[in-house]
C-alpha cells in the first residue's frame, strides 16, 4: 500500500512545478555569498526520474566588493530514491549558461535533498548542493548551498 502512495506523485507522465525560495551559498574560491531564486519546471519521463529545466535569480555579494546581480538558465535531470508516504529523497543535476553582470558563465551543479510532502501533490524541499561556475574571462568558481523550497506534482499516469 505505501509504494502506490509513495510513488503517485512521481511517476511517469507527471509534472513538477515550483521554486526553491532561499537558496543560500558560499564560494569557496571567491569569497562570494549569495542568495536566489530557482524556479524550475520538469516532466516525468520514467516512474521517479524528470527531465527539466530551471532558472536562476540572483544577487551575489563579494567579501570585498559590491553586490552584483546573477542569472543562469538551463536543463535538470532528477531522480527520487527511498522514502515513505511523506517524503522521498531525490538527487539532482544540472547544467546552466547564465551571467553575472555582463560576463557570461557556463555551470555544473549537483544536489542531493529531501522532499515532504505536507499535502499528495505539494512538497517542501530542502537540499545541499555543489557548483563549479567557468565565468568567460577567470578561472573556475567552486560553491556549496543550502536550498529551501517547494514543488507541486500535476497529472501522471491513472
Known amino acids: ?11 511517469k507522465g507527471g509534472w513538477l512545478v515550483g521554486a526553491n525560495l532561499a537558496g543560500i551559498n558560499y564560494g569557496f574560491d571567491s569569497k562570494v555569498f549569495s542568495l536566489g531564486l530557482n524556479p524550475q519546471a520538469g516532466y516525468f519521463i520514467a516512474d521517479n526520474v524528470a527531465l527539466g529545466a530551471s532558472l536562476h535569480l540572483g544577487v551575489d555579494a563579494p567579501k570585498d566588493g559590491d553586490a552584483v546581480t546573477s542569472w543562469g538558465i538551463g536543463p535538470f535531470v532528477r ?9 522521498k529523497f ?6 546552466a549558461f547564465g551571467g553575472v553582470e555582463s560576463a557570461t558563465s557556463f555551470g555544473l551543479g549537483a544536489t542531493a535533498g529531501y522532499a515532504y510532502f505536507i499535502t499528495k501533490n505539494v512538497a517542501l524541499e530542502t537540499g545541499l548542493g555543489y557548483t563549479y561556475l567557468k565565468p568567460e574571462s577567470v578561472d573556475g568558481l567552486s560553491d556549496i548551498g543550502l536550498n529551501v523550497g517547494f514543488q507541486i506534482y500535476l497529472g501522471g499516469k491513472k
Open 1 to 11: 500500500m505505501f509504494v502506490g502512495l509513495v510513488s503517485a506523485q512521481t511517476e
Open 79 to 87: 531522480g527520487y530514491f527511498g522514502g515513505t508516504e511523506k517524503g
Open 90 to 95: 531525490f538527487g539532482q543535476a544540472d547544467v
